[in-house]
C-alpha cells in the first residue's frame, strides 16, 4: 500500500485554519485554508509580514498549537503534540541559561531516556559539526549571539530530526553574523553533512528566503493563506549579485507590494468606517526623515524598495510598514516593488515645523479615519475629553487586543506630534487641552 | 536537584585529595555530628526539661544557639518543600490558582505569633507528654514567618517563565518532572533565594520569641537562645542578655557567610540574562568547595542520583492530558461547580466562626479589638513615617558613596536579621527607670528590628541611581530641596517602597511582643491590637486570641491594598529606572 508519492512527503498540512479569540468575543482568523506538503531532501521557505501568521503555522507543525480545523500530519500520523522526528531552533535561541553549551545539547537526548555515554558522543558530535568545539562548558550568557544561535543548532540537531524547523533564525544576529551562518549551514547541507532530511524556515527576509531556499511560500496578512509558491532553480552556493538571484528577489518584492497595497482592513465589510485599520507604531521622526531621504538625491522622489532598504539598513517588513505608512497618509504610493513620492509628501520636505505639523494633522484627520472619529468625539463632548477605553474597545471589534494597543500607541504619537489631542497616560484619558 | 555544573575530569587526578579537601572534610563532618546531637535531643521526654532547665550559664550558649539554629534549618527545609508543592499546584492548575493565591495572600497578613495559641495546643496534643510536640509547634510558627513569601516568589516565577524556554522545553519531549527541575525551578532559583534569606532573617525574631511559649497553663521552655533570653529577663539579669546578644550575633554570622553566601554565588548561574553583568558574588566557602578534589569526586555518585531523579519520565498520563500549548476552552459546568463548593464551604466556615465567638463575645468585644487595632494602626503609620524622615536621607547619603555602601549594606541587611526581641529588655529597663509611659515609648520597639529594611533598600536603590541622571542634575545647578524632590526621592521611591511594605508588615507582628514588655515582676502593657492578643494568648482565652487575630488580618490587609499596592504600582510604574 506504500505509495511512492506519500512516502516521500515528510509533512502533509491540509485545509489548515487556526483562529484566536478576541477581546470582543468573536475569534480572529490569522490562518485560513493553508495547504504545505514538504518531501525529503528540499529546504522550504514560508515568508511573510509579521501578523500573517506563518509562525503560527510553524507552531501548527511542531505540535506547540493545534490547528482549528483541517488536517496536519507529520509521517503520515496526525499531529498531536510535538512529534517525534521534529526539532525547532528559535528566534530568541531558548537556550537554558543555567546549564552550560553541552548540557543545552544534550537536553533533547536526555528527555529521549538516550543513555550518557551515546549522549556524550551525539552531543560532541553535533558541537563538532556546528562549530562550536573548545565552548563545550561555557554558558551561553558568555557566548556572542551567533555562537549562541549555534547552540541552537546543534541542540536541534543532535536529535536526528527528520525535519527541522527554523522560527526566523537569523534574524537576533547583526548582518555579518547572520550571513556567516546562514552560509556555514547551506554548506554543511550541500555536502550532506546535517543529519536532517528536510528543513522549513520561517522568514521575513526575502533575501535570506531566496539565498537558502529550494520552494518559497510568500503568505498573505489577514488572514495568512498561501498567496504564491515560487520555486528556486539556482545551485548553491547562490550569489546575491547573480542578475538571475536580483531578478527574483526584485519580483518576489513587486508581488509583496501588490498585495500590501489596498490596506485591507482587519474584517471586510467596514469599509464605511474604516476605523478598524490596524495602525503599525511608526515614529512621527522617522516618517518626516524617509520623506526627506526619499525627496533628496539620489532618489529625488523615486526609490526602488530593495535599494532603499539596503542603504537604510533595514529587512523587507520594516520598509514595508514605513512605505505603508506613508500610502496610508497619503504622502507617498507603493507600486511594483517601488516608493514613490506623492505632491503633499514633496511639499512635506520642505516645510518648517509648525507647518509640517500642519499639514500632518490635516492628513491624519482626513485619511485615518480612527483619528477623525477621536477628534470628533472630543469637539462633541462638553468636557472635550475622552477616555481611551472608549475608542480601544472599538477597535477590539475588529483586531486582537495587542494589535489594538499598537494602534492606539500609534494614534497617540501622531496625534502628539501633530497636536491634535493631549493624551494623559495615567488616566488614559484624552483632551483637547494642551498644557501652557 | 539536577542543576551541578559537571565538567569532565580525570578521574585518578581527581580522587588525591588536596588540602581544601580536609578543611571542607573537617566542616562537612562538624556540620553532620552537630545535626545528630541537636536531633537526639527532641525525643526526649517532656519531663526532661523540667529536669534539666535552662540555666544562665554561659557555657551553655553553644548548645542553645545550636538548638536554635536546626529549628532555623528544619523550618525553611519544610518552606521550600511547601514552596515547591503549593506554587508547582496554584500555577499549572487554574482551579487550584482561585484558591490557593488569595489564601496566602491572607495568610501573609496574619500574625504569626497569635498564631501560636493554637499550634502549641494542636502539636502538643499530637505527641503528647514528648518534647517533639513542642519543638514542632516552634518549627512550625517559624515556618508560617517563612513560607509565604517564598511560596508567592516561587508562583511568580513560575507563572513568568519565557514562552520560548517553554517552548524549547516541549518540543524536545521534556516530561512534566523533567520540565519542573530543569526549567522550573531554575528559572525561579534567584527569587527564591533572595526571598529564602529575608524569610531567614524574619525567621531569628519569631524563633526567639517562639522558644518560650505560655499558653492558658502550659508553659513550655525550648532550649534556645530565645528561651534563654526569657530566663535572663525573668531574672533580670542584664550581663546574660547581653553574651545572648553576643552568640545570635556570632550565629547570624556564621549562617550568612557558611549557607547564605555560598548559595547567593552558587545561583547566580540561574539569573536570567543573556549578557553577564559585571560583578557576580563571590563566597570564600563556595570557592573552597570547588577547589576540593577528593570531595568533588565522592559527590558525583550523589549528583547522577540527583540527575537521575530530575530525569524520571514522570507524566501526565495521556488520558488525563489535555492538549497541552492551549487548553480547550474551561468547562463552564465544572467551574460552575467548583465556585459553588468554594461559596458553600467559606459561607459554612464564617457560620462556624460566628457560632464559636458569639458564644462567649459581645458587639463591644468587637468594638474594644478594633479601637486597638486603629491605635495599633496609627502607631505603625508614625513609625514608618520617622523611620524614613530619618533612614531616607542617611540611606541616600550612605549610597551614592559607593565605598561607604559597599560597607554599610551587609551591617544594614544583618541588622534586619538581628531579633530585635533580644534587646527589648534594654529598653524596659530604661523606661522603668525613668518611669516613662509605656503607651508612647514601647511603641519604638515595634520598629526596632524592621526599620533597617527601609535603610537598606534605600541604599540599594541609591546606589543604582545612575550617575548620567546625577551629573545632569548638577550641571542643572539643581541644589537643596529641588534636588530631594525632582531628583533623588523619585528615583529611590520604588526601593523605598519594597522596604516600606516589609518594614510595616514586620511592625505589625512584632507588635504582639512590642506592646507587652516584662521585666522580672515589672509589666507594662501598651493600649493596642498586639497587647490585647498578647493577653488574651497568656490567658487562654481563645475566642479573643481568634477575634484579635481576624481584626489584624483585616486591618493589615486594607492597610496594604489601599495604600502600598497602588504605592507600588504606581512606583513600578512611573518611577523605575531602565
Redesign the interface.
Given at each position: 500500500m506504500l505509495d511512492p508519492v506519500k512516502q516521500s512527503s515528510l509533512l502533509d498540512i491540509r485545509n489548515v485554519c487556526r483562529s484566536f479569540p478576541k477581546g470582543s468575543g468573536e475569534d480572529l482568523l490569522v490562518l485560513e485554508k493553508v495547504d504545505l506538503t514538504i518531501h525529503s531532501g528540499e529546504i522550504v521557505g514560508l515568508l511573510g509580514r509579521s501578523g500573517s501568521g506563518k509562525s503560527t503555522l510553524l507552531?501548527i507543525i511542531?505540535?506547540?498549537?493545534?490547528p482549528s480545523s483541517g488536517e496536519a500530519k507529520c509521517r503520515g500520523e496526525t499531529i498531536?503534540?510535538?512529534p517525534?522526528g521534529?526539532?525547532?531552533v528559535?528566534?530568541?535561541?531558548?537556550l537554558?541559561?543555567?546549564l552550560?553549551v553541552l548540557q543545552n545539547v544534550e537536553?533533547?537526548l536526555?528527555?529521549?531516556?538516550i543513555d550518557s555515554a551515546e549522549r556524550r558522543t551525539r552531543a560532541l558530535a553535533a558541537i563538532d559539526l556546528i562549530g562550536l568545539d573548545g565552548f563545550e562548558?561555557a554558558?551561553?550568557?558568555?557566548l556572542s549571539g551567533g555562537m549562541?544561535q549555534r547552540v541552537g543548532f546543534a541542540?536541534a540537531l543532535v536529535?536526528h530530526p527528520d525535519l527541522l524547523l527554523m522560527d526566523e533564525p537569523f534574524s537576533a544576529l547583526d548582518v555579518l553574523t547572520a550571513e556567516t551562518l546562514r552560509t556555514d549551514l547551506i554548506d554543511l547541507w550541500t555536502e550532506g553533512r546535517l543529519p536532517i532530511k528536510s528543513v522549513l524556515i520561517v522568514t521575513h527576509n526575502i533575501e535570506e528566503a531566496v539565498l537558502m531556499c529550494d520552494r518559497i511560500l510568500v503568505f498573505s496578512s489577514n488572514p495568512g493563506r498561501v498567496a504564491a509558491e515560487i520555486k528556486v532553480d539556482l545551485p548553491h552556493p547562490r550569489n546575491r549579485l547573480d542578475p538571475t538571484f536580483r531578478q527574483l528577489v526584485d519580483n518576489i518584492y513587486a508581488r509583496m507590494t501588490q498585495r500590501a497595497e489596498p490596506k485591507t482592513p482587519a474584517i471586510e465589510g467596514i469599509h464605511g468606517t474604516g476605523v478598524g485599520m490596524i495602525l503599525n507604531h511608526i515614529s512621527s521622526n522617522v516618517l518626516s526623515g524617509l520623506i526627506e531621504t526619499l525627496a533628496g538625491p539620489p532618489y529625488n522622489g523615486h526609490a526602488d524598495l530593495p535599494v532603499l532598504a539596503g542603504s537604510l539598513q533595514l529587512e523587507a517588513d520594516g520598509i514595508f510598514h514605513l512605505g505603508e505608512a506613508l500610502q496610508l497618509l497619503r504622502f507617498a504610493q507603493l507600486s511594483e516593488g517601488d516608493l514613490v513620492l506623492s505632491d503633499a509628501g514633496t511639499r512635506f520636505a520642505h516645510l518648517e515645523t509648525d507647518a509640517r505639523k500642519k499639514l500632518f494633522a490635516e492628513h491624519l484627520i482626513n485619511y485615518v479615519p480612527i483619528m477623525g472619529l477621536i477628534r470628533r468625539v472630543l469637539d462633541e463632548r462638553p468636557t472635550h475629553t475622552a477616555p481611551a477605553a472608549r475608542f480601544r474597545n472599538e477597535l477590539e471589534d475588529y483586531m486582537s487586543e495587542d494589535y489594538a494597543d499598537e494602534t492606539l500607541k500609534t494614534v497617540v504619537s501622531w496625534g502628539r506630534y501633530a497636536e491634535l489631542f493631549a493624551y494623559d497616560e495615567?488616566s488614559e484619558l484624552f483632551s483637547l487641552e494642551n498644557p501652557h | 536537584m539536577a542543576?551541578q555544573?559537571i565538567?569532565p575530569a580525570a578521574l585518578g587526578q581527581a580522587l588525591r585529595p588536596n588540602i581544601w579537601d580536609i578543611v571542607a572534610l573537617i566542616l562537612v563532618t562538624g556540620a553532620m555530628v552537630l545535626i545528630v546531637y541537636g536531633g537526639e535531643q527532641t525525643t526526649a521526654p517532656l519531663s526532661a526539661l523540667d529536669v534539666a532547665p535552662v540555666s544562665l550559664d554561659p557555657a551553655n550558649l553553644p548548645a542553645y544557639a545550636l538548638r536554635t539554629t536546626m529549628r532555623m534549618l528544619l523550618a525553611i527545609v519544610c518552606s521550600i518543600i511547601f514552596t515547591f508543592i503549593y506554587a508547582a499546584l496554584a500555577a499549572k492548575s487554574r482551579r487550584a490558582e482561585m484558591v490557593l493565591i488569595p489564601l496566602l495572600d491572607i495568610l501573609q497578613s496574619v500574625p504569626i505569633l497569635g498564631f501560636l495559641t493554637f499550634t502549641v495546643v494542636f502539636f502538643m496534643n499530637l505527641f503528647p507528654g514528648r518534647v517533639l510536640g513542642a519543638e514542632l509547634a516552634c518549627v512550625f510558627a517559624i515556618f508560617t514567618s517563612q513560607a509565604w513569601n517564598m511560596t508567592f516568589s516561587m508562583y511568580q516565577s513560575m507563572r513568568n517563565v519565557?514562552k520560548?524556554?517553554e517552548?524549547?522545553s516541549?518540543?524536545?519531549?521534556?516530561?512534566g518532572w523533567?520540565r519542573f527541575w530543569?526549567?522550573d525551578v531554575?528559572f525561579a532559583?534567584p527569587g527564591l533565594i533572595w526571598n529564602t534569606m529575608m524569610s531567614m532573617s524574619g525567621g531569628w525574631f519569631f524563633v526567639v520569641a517562639s522558644e518560650a511559649i505560655t499558653v492558658g497553663n502550659t508553659t513550655v521552655t525550648l532550649p534556645g537562645i530565645g528561651s534563654y533570653v526569657a530566663l535572663g529577663i525573668q531574672k533580670q539579669n542584664l550581663p546574660a542578655i547581653g553574651y545572648a546578644i553576643l552568640t545570635m550575633l556570632l550565629v547570624i554570622i556564621a549562617y550568612d557567610q557558611l549557607l547564605f553566601r555560598p548559595l547567593v554565588a552558587w545561583a547566580d548561574?540561574?539569573?536570567?540574562?543573556?549578557?553577564?553583568s559585571g560583578n557576580a558574588p563571590t563566597s570564600w566557602m563556595l570557592d573552597l568547595f570547588r577547589r576540593t578534589r577528593a570531595l568533588r569526586a565522592l559527590s558525583l555518585p550523589f549528583s547522577a542520583l540527583n540527575k537521575a531523579v530530575s530525569?524520571l519520565?514522570i507524566s501526565v498520563p495521556d488520558s488525563l492530558k489535555i492538549?497541552?500549548?492551549?487548553k480547550r476552552p474551561p468547562s463552564r459546568i465544572v467551574d460552575g461547580i467548583w465556585l459553588a463548593l468554594i461559596v458553600t464551604s467559606t459561607s459554612y466556615a464564617a457560620f462556624e466562626i460566628y457560632l464559636y465567638l458569639s458564644a462567649t463575645l459581645s458587639p463591644s468585644d468587637v468594638l474594644t479589638a478594633v479601637g486597638d487595632g486603629l491605635i495599633t494602626l496609627a502607631r505603625v503609620v508614625v513609625l514608618i513615617a520617622l523611620a524614613t524622615l530619618i533612614w531616607v536621607p542617611i540611606g541616600v547619603w550612605i549610597g551614592l558613596r559607593p565605598k561607604l555602601a559597599e560597607r554599610m549594606q551587609p551591617l544594614a541587611q544583618f541588622l534586619a536579621a538581628f531579633p530585635a526581641n533580644l534587646a527589648f529588655p534594654v529598653f524596659v529597663v530604661v523606661i522603668v527607670r525613668y518611669g516613662l509611659n509605656a503607651n508612647v515609648w514601647l511603641s519604638p520597639l515595634m520598629i526596632l528590628g524592621t526599620q533597617w529594611y527601609i535603610l537598606f533598600n534605600v541604599i540599594a536603590g541609591a546606589s543604582a541611581f545612575p550617575s548620567d541622571l546625577r551629573e545632569a542634575a548638577s550641571s542643572l545647578h539643581l541644589k537643596g530641596w529641588r534636588w530631594w524632590v525632582k531628583v533623588v526621592l523619585p528615583g529611590i521611591f520604588p526601593y523605598y517602597i519594597t522596604g516600606a511594605i516589609t518594614a510595616s508588615g514586620g511592625s505589625w507582628n512584632a507588635s504582639i511582643v512590642a506592646e507587652v514588655a516584662k521585666l522580672g515582676q515589672c509589666h507594662l502593657t501598651a493600649t493596642g491590637l498586639g497587647a490585647y492578643i498578647a493577653t488574651a494568648t497568656e490567658n487562654g482565652d481563645f475566642p479573643r486570641v481568634v477575634l484579635g487575630i481576624a481584626i489584624m488580618c483585616i486591618l493589615v490587609t486594607l492597610f496594604n491594598r489601599l495604600l502600598w499596592r497602588p504605592l507600588y504600582a504606581f512606583g513600578e510604574r512611573?518611577l523605575r529606572l531602565g
Open positions: 507552531r511542531a505540535g506547540l498549537v493545534t498531536q503534540g510535538p517525534h521534529v526539532a525547532m528559535f528566534q530568541s535561541f531558548a537554558f541559561p543555567w552550560t537536553l533533547g536526555e528527555a529521549l531516556g562548558s554558558y551561553p550568557k558568555e549562541r541542540r536529535v495615567q | 542543576l555544573d565538567r519565557p520560548d524556554l517552548e524549547a516541549q518540543s524536545f519531549h521534556l516530561s523533567q530543569r526549567l531554575p532559583m548561574k540561574f539569573r536570567f540574562e543573556q549578557t553577564s530525569n519520565q492538549a497541552s500549548a492551549e512611573r
